[in-house]
Structure formats: C-alpha cells, structure tokens
C-alpha cells in the first residue's frame, strides 16, 4: 500500500457521460498530481493542486476539471466522454518530507468508456 | 516543453546487464527520476539523481550528465521480475514531473 488511495479502481460507461475519480493522497503531503496514461503510452500530465490551489496544467481536455478539498483529497472530472479517454488515471503525491521530492503514486482507475 | 527521451523496447537475457539511456532537455532542469512500472500497475520510485555522477543501489544504478542532459539506469544480474517499463523523468520548477514514454524491458530467460 503505497498510501494513496484511488476509487474506483475500474470504471466502464458509455460516450457522453460524466465519472468522477477520487484521490487521497499519502497523510501529510500537500501536493497532488493527475496523469492519464493510454494503451502502451507513457504517463501525460494532466493537472497538479497544491493546499488546494491549482498549481500546473498540462494537457487538460475543457472536458476535464479537477479541483483539491479542504482535507486534501482530489477529485477528477470527466464529461462528455468519448472512446479515446479510455484509460488508466493515475493520482500522486508528494510533500518533500522524503526529502527527494518524489511522487507516491496511487494504483490508479481504468476507465473504459463504450 | 521538455522532450524526455528514451528507446521504447529492450531484450536482455537472465543474468546480464542493461542499460536504458534517456537524454532530456536542460533548460529548467531541478532533478532526473527513474520509475519502474508493470504491466497496468503504479509507477514506482528506483532512483533519483540531481548532481552529475553514478547512484547505486543494489542491483540498480542511475547516472546523470547534467551539461549533456543524460541520464541512463543500469541494471545488472537480470532476474524475470525485472521485465517491466522503466520510465524517466526530468523534475522542473514546483516539483512538476514530465515523463518519457518508457522503456519496455523483456528479460528472456
């Protein structure tokens, strides 16, 4: 158990609906980050909070929103899903208190959209 | 942006030893990370390098070039559980993380 904690950990819908993705990141780490990684794709940065303030942006469809609560858990939006945003999302974490800086990653949602 | 890259597919046998090089862009550089990754699960943390020169850990090392923005992880006494995908990744301002697209490992017996 890594410490972060990603529900659900499948998701199967149809085109054109709306799913939210859940994280918890490890206790005492202010930073949360979202990846999308496709079939055979490398990990592509969607969004990072940090103390519940958006911090980056990657390559975040409109479609797509996210947002840090108050107890630093984070939330994915995905609407208006289409066949291509089938794949795994993948939350991470860090707090520089391991002092490398490195991301904790959660074991991530597979969404398949049909 | 930053372009991370690294070869997409290596095979090695049992036992030997494999290197996966991967070169990123320098500007905005604040630190190297390597990951290793099965087949649908997390990525998680092998090593992390932000002073040129050679990290090692048991059978894993890292080595970073920062003037020639290089990195390679060296892996050595191949075992079957070491087929995974190994991904690199450059550490930019605010702790932001871009990834390569990984090396996919096989490790034949």
């Known amino acids: 158990d890594s410490g972060v904690t990603q529900t659900p950990k499948h998701l199967i819908t149809a085109t054109g609906q709306r799913v939210t993705l859940r994280c918890s990141p490890r206790s005492g780490d202010l930073s949360v980050y979202w990846y999308q990684q496709s079939l055979d794709q490398g990990l592509q940065f969607l969004i990072q909070?940090?103390?519940?303030?958006?911090?980056a942006k990657g390559n975040i469809l409109e479609r797509f929103s996210a947002q840090q609560f108050p107890d630093l858990h984070s939330e994915l939006n995905l609407s208006s899903l289409e066949l291509g945003d089938s794949a795994l999302y993948f939350c991470?974490?860090?707090?520089?208190?391991?002092?490398?800086?490195?991301?904790?990653f959660g074991s991530g949602t597979r969404l398949t959209v049909v | 942006g930053q372009n991370i890259d690294q070869p997409t597919e290596m095979t090695a046998t049992e036992g030997a030893i494999v290197q996966i090089n991967c070169t990123y862009q320098t500007s905005g550089f604040n630190g190297l990370f390597w990951y290793q990754q099965h087949a649908g699960e997390a990525p998680t943390f092998l090593s992390y390098?932000?002073?040129?020169g050679l990290e090692e850990k048991g059978r894993f090392s890292s080595f970073l070039s920062r003037s020639k923005g290089y990195s390679y992880l060296l892996l050595k006494e191949l075992q079957m559980k070491d087929s995974a995908s190994y991904l690199c990744?450059?550490?930019?301002?605010?702790?932001?993380?871009?990834f390569g697209g990984g090396t996919r490992v096989l490790v034949k017996p």
């Open positions: 390098n932000v002073l040129d």
């Open positions: 991470a974490s860090s707090g520089g208190r391991d002092g490398t800086f490195g991301y904790t």
């Open positions: 909070y940090y103390n519940g303030e958006e911090r």
């Open positions: 990744a450059e550490r930019a301002a605010g702790n932001k993380l871009t």
